[in-house]
């Protein structure tokens, strides 16, 4: 039996999570009193390891500035959520029941995500759908998209093949991961990239909706 696997991105695919992001990076840039970066660049380089998201926002900055920001940026997270003042994260609408149909189609279910291995759990307990998932990628293990480290890791872990795996995910980092790592890349336009970005890093299909993903995967399977 062919075993197929999707793996999702989290942020700006299966959660809309950009105001706890914008509001943690503002209060690290503040530690610092430096001026935070308006929301539009924060949400274009949402899915890049901490670090990664630094080096793009302040590519002057010393070394030592970004691992200052992206520990900062952590902290903050965790002050918002001791304090009970993190926003709430939505699924996007059809999330909950299109990951429990494929599923049931037999397809096994990853995500692979520039989240913690603490923010990703947290998140998916809150919602209650870890059980979906068979493998789980974080950039506390794995170089940054769009390096294939985590993509890889997760058809490993599945035992599926790069031919049988799709990438879903908003951001032209997922779908660049997908293309090296011969997996199918899927874009979905709710999140943070516009679609002609997706289309341009490889993306061979784009869902408006998440039961659209349903079909790209049925319809043309990996």
């Not at 493998?135 to 599945?158: F, G, I, V, Y």
């Not at 795996?165 to 979905?188: E, K, L, N, Q, Y």
């Amino acid at each position: 039996m062919t075993l197929r696997l999707a793996v999702f991105d989290c942020d700006g695919t299966l959660v809309d999570s950009q105001a706890n992001i914008v509001r943690a990076m503002e209060d690290s840039f503040a530690r610092h009193r430096l001026e935070p970066p308006c929301r539009h660049a924060t949400r274009r380089i949402t899915g890049l390891s901490l670090l990664e998201c630094m080096q793009t926002l302040l590519p002057e900055a010393e070394p030592d500035l970004h691992a200052r920001l992206a520990e900062d940026y952590k902290l903050a997270f965790q002050r918002l959520r001791s304090r009970g003042e993190l926003q709430d994260e939505p699924l996007f609408p059809g999330v909950r029941d299109g990951l429990a149909e494929l599923e049931a189609r037999g397809w096994l279910l990853g995500v692979a995500t520039g989240k913690s291995d603490r923010g990703l759990g947290l998140c998916l307990e809150h919602h209650g759908i870890r059980r979906h998932f068979v493998t789980l990628q974080t950039a506390d293990r794995h170089p940054s998209k769009p390096h294939p480290s985590m993509l890889r890791a997760a058809m490993a872990e599945a035992g599926a093949e790069p031919a049988f795996t799709a990438m879903i995910g908003d951001t032209h980092f997922d779908m660049a991961m997908a293309v090296s790592a011969g997996a199918r890349p899927i874009g979905v336009d709710w999140g943070y990239h516009e679609a002609h970005e997706l289309r341009a890093a490889g993306a061979q299909a784009i869902a408006a909706r998440f039961e659209d993903l349903l079909d790209y995967l049925e319809a043309q399977p990996v």
